[in-house]
């Protein structure tokens, strides 16, 4: 799916400050939950770059007929030092208020800087169609504490999270505008 540009200010904004309202009551509920299995995973993403699994946030849904994966990529400003990464991982816990609260959130995994700083996280959605509103509302939050130019991301409808880390293959024919395919398990 090919990238749409951000939500107006305003309506990202807006629609982050719903999210963390909703996450307030799936934590209240107990329905948010961050299981260990994956963590400590490593990943070698198409594009020569490996990383690590640092923490996974999965939310008590119901499944769907329509799994989504979604993948985003972004590189911290600023950021260089072992130290300063983390810390970010560290604080990126608060960060779950700006995702798992979002319509359609199935669970993310959260991947740790690979070697040229870039930070990845592996959602599952319900459909296309939430993953899209949900990322193009991120970049609001994104832009406060990233270059702007390494924020990308990439929708692979039909496909389940764990099924592409599986099997890479199953991506070969969903049409995407990456061609470095840096979204993509190797």
Same mark, same amino acid.
């Given at each position: 799916?090919?990238?749409?540009?951000?939500?107006?200010?305003?309506? /990202?904004?807006?629609? $982050?400050?719903?999210?963390? =309202?909703?996450?307030?009551?799936?934590?209240?509920?107990?329905? $948010?939950?961050?299981?260990?299995?994956?963590?400590?995973?490593?990943?070698?993403?198409? @594009?020569?770059?490996?990383? &690590?699994?640092?923490?996974?946030?999965?939310? @008590?849904?119901?499944?769907? #007929?329509?799994?989504?994966?979604? =993948? =985003?990529c972004?590189?911290?400003? +600023?950021?260089?030092? #072992?130290?300063?990464?983390?810390?970010?991982? $560290?604080?990126?816990? %608060?960060n &779950?208020? %700006?995702?798992?609260?979002?319509? /359609?959130?199935?669970?993310?995994?959260?991947?740790? *800087? #690979?070697?040229?700083? +870039?930070?990845? /996280?592996?959602? !599952?959605?319900? @459909?296309? &169609?939430?993953?899209?509103?949900?990322?193009?509302a %991120?970049?609001?939050? $994104?832009?406060?504490?990233?270059?702007?130019?390494?924020?990308?991301?990439?929708?692979?409808? /039909?496909?389940?999270? !764990? #099924?592409?880390?599986?099997?890479?293959?199953?991506?070969? *024919?969903?049409?995407? !505008? @990456?061609?470095?395919?840096?979204?993509?398990?190797?």
């Amino acid at each position: 799916m090919i990238e749409r540009p951000p939500l107006r200010m305003w309506e /990202g904004i807006w629609a $982050l400050g719903r999210c963390a =309202v909703r996450t307030a009551e799936l934590i209240a509920t107990r329905r $948010l939950h961050e299981p260990r299995t994956s963590v400590g995973r490593r990943v070698r993403w198409a @594009d020569g770059t490996t990383s &690590t699994v640092y923490r996974e946030t999965v939310a @008590d849904v119901a499944s769907t #007929d329509t799994p989504t994966t979604l =993948v =985003v990529c972004f590189r911290l400003r +600023g950021v260089r030092s #072992d130290r300063l990464h983390r810390l970010f991982r $560290l604080e990126s816990e %608060l960060n &779950t208020i %700006l995702f798992a609260g979002f319509p /359609g959130f199935v669970s993310k995994l959260w991947f740790a *800087n #690979d070697e040229h700083g +870039g930070y990845r /996280g592996l959602y !599952d959605w319900r @459909d296309p &169609t939430s993953a899209e509103a949900y990322v193009r509302a %991120l970049w609001w939050a $994104l832009i406060l504490v990233s270059e702007r130019s390494s924020i990308h991301y990439t929708i692979l409808p /039909g496909i389940r999270r !764990d #099924d592409l880390l599986k099997a890479p293959h199953l991506a070969d *024919n969903i049409a995407v !505008d @990456d061609i470095a395919a840096w979204w993509r398990p190797a």
